[in-house]
């Protein structure tokens, strides 16, 4: 798989509603409505922008977690079901970390 054009995480929300890495402005999300008011809308909009990068590599996981259980069921090795086990928890880490981060929760 080739390396992704995207700028790598982690990414995080500044309170001017900025995305990006600490160095590298990513996306503006205006977390404000038309009265100037910060909207729970726009700031769960900015969180979930952030976790993108965490998202893609969830992503690349739960492919690879499909491969090794395809490779498993093709021919019941130990080995395979091993690299199949280890696969689905690397999958669980990474999506239960990006939900967390896209929900504020970290």
């Not at 500044?14 to 409505?33: I, M, N, Y």
């Not at 700031?43 to 969830?58: G, H, K, T, V, W």
């Amino acid at each position: 798989m080739s390396k992704p054009e995207f700028t790598p995480g982690p990414w995080i929300v500044r309170s001017s509603g900025e995305v990006g890495t600490t160095d590298e402005l990513t996306a503006v999300v205006f977390p404000v409505d038309d009265t100037g008011e910060k909207t729970p809308a726009a700031e769960a909009n900015a969180r979930l922008i952030a976790a993108a990068p965490e998202m893609y590599e969830a992503l690349v996981a739960g492919v690879a977690m499909r491969e090794a259980q395809a490779a498993y069921f093709l021919d019941r090795s130990r080995e395979n079901l091993i690299a199949s086990k280890e696969a689905e928890r690397a999958f669980d880490k990474l999506a239960r970390a990006a939900l967390a981060l896209a929900r504020g929760e970290r």
